[in-house]
C-alpha cells in the first residue's frame, strides 16, 4: 500500500507490519515479526553447530593419536567450551557488525540496523548479542515483546537500539554496483567484449 492511498483503497490487515513514523512510512521500513527472526535464527544455529560438530570431531580424531594424562583432557574440554562460546558470540557480532545480515538473515531477507538506520559498530552488536541471551533465560519472555512493539523490538533490540527491518534483494556485490562510480562502471562494460574478444 502506497503512502498516497486513498480512502477507498483496502487497508493491510491488523496482523501486517506496522510502521511507527510518517518518515519511516515514506521510505518503506518494514518491521520483521518474531516467525520470521525465529526461522532466521534456526538457520544460524544449524550453521555454528554445524561447523562447531566438524572442527569438535576434527579436534577428537588428532587428540586420540595422543595420551593424555587426565588432567590435560580436562583443561582441553575447558578451552573447548570457551572456543564454542567465543565462536557463537563471534558469528552473531562479526556479521551484525559488517553486513547487518547472519546467513540465515540473508536467507529470510532481513537485516540488523541501529535505530537510526546505520551500520551496527562491533560493541554494540555484542550488547544485542547479550541481550538475546538475556532475553531467552526468563522461559524466552524477553522475545514476546516483539509481538505487541509498534517496531517490533524485543528485549535486545532495546537493549541496543536496533531494529530487525526488511531487506530484499540485498546481495553486497549489487549493493556496490549501485553506488559505484559511474565512470568506472563505464570503463568496465567497455572492457568487457574486449575481454570475451
Same mark, same amino acid.
Given at each position: 500500500?502506497?503512502?498516497?492511498?486513498?480512502?477507498?483503497?483496502?487497508?493491510?490487515?491488523?496482523?501486517?507490519?506496522?510502521?511507527?513514523?510518517?518518515?519511516?512510512?515514506?521510505?518503506?521500513?518494514?518491521?520483521?515479526? &518474531?516467525?520470521?527472526?525465529?526461522?532466521?535464527?534456526?538457520?544460524?544455529?544449524?550453521?555454528?553447530?554445524?561447523?562447531?560438530?566438524?572442527?569438535?570431531?576434527?579436534?577428537? &580424531?588428532?587428540?586420540?593419536?595422543?595420551?593424555?594424562?587426565?588432567?590435560?583432557?580436562?583443561?582441553?574440554?575447558?578451552?573447548?567450551?570457551?572456543?564454542?562460546?567465543?565462536?557463537?558470540?563471534?558469528?552473531?557480532?562479526?556479521?551484525?557488525?559488517?553486513?547487518?545480515?547472519?546467513?540465515?538473515?540473508?536467507?529470510?531477507?532481513?537485516?540488523?540496523?541501529?535505530?537510526?538506520?546505520?551500520?551496527?559498530?562491533?560493541?554494540?552488536?555484542?550488547?544485542?548479542?547479550?541481550?538475546?541471551?538475556?532475553?531467552?533465560?526468563?522461559?524466552?519472555?524477553?522475545?514476546?515483546?516483539?509481538?505487541?512493539?509498534?517496531?517490533?523490538?524485543?528485549?535486545?533490540?532495546?537493549?541496543?537500539?536496533?531494529?530487525?527491518?526488511?531487506?530484499?534483494?540485498?546481495?553486497?556485490?549489487?549493493?556496490?554496483?549501485?553506488?559505484?562510480?559511474?565512470?568506472?562502471?563505464?570503463?568496465?562494460?567497455?572492457?568487457?567484449?574486449?575481454?570475451?574478444?
Amino acid at each position: 500500500m502506497s503512502a498516497e492511498a486513498g480512502p477507498l483503497e483496502p487497508t493491510a490487515p491488523a496482523a501486517a507490519v506496522v510502521v511507527a513514523s510518517a518518515d519511516e512510512a515514506q521510505a518503506g521500513v518494514r518491521y520483521v515479526g &518474531l516467525a520470521t527472526r525465529a526461522i532466521s535464527f534456526a538457520i544460524d544455529a544449524a550453521i555454528i553447530d554445524l561447523v562447531a560438530i566438524v572442527v569438535g570431531i576434527g579436534a577428537s &580424531l588428532i587428540l586420540s593419536l595422543l595420551y593424555l594424562p587426565g588432567d590435560i583432557k580436562t583443561v582441553l574440554a575447558v578451552i573447548g567450551g570457551v572456543a564454542l562460546i567465543a565462536w557463537c558470540v563471534g558469528y552473531f557480532v562479526v556479521f551484525w557488525s559488517t553486513t547487518g545480515q547472519t546467513p540465515g538473515a540473508r536467507v529470510m531477507e532481513i537485516r540488523v540496523v541501529t535505530d537510526d538506520g546505520t551500520r551496527l559498530r562491533p560493541r554494540r552488536a555484542l550488547v544485542r548479542c547479550a541481550g538475546v541471551l538475556l532475553a531467552a533465560l526468563p522461559l524466552f519472555a524477553g522475545f514476546i515483546r516483539i509481538l505487541f512493539d509498534a517496531r517490533r523490538r524485543g528485549f535486545q533490540d532495546r537493549l541496543a537500539g536496533t531494529l530487525v527491518i526488511e531487506a530484499p534483494q540485498t546481495s553486497y556485490i549489487a549493493a556496490r554496483r549501485a553506488t559505484a562510480n559511474p565512470g568506472e562502471r563505464e570503463r568496465a562494460r567497455r572492457r568487457a567484449p574486449s575481454a570475451s574478444g
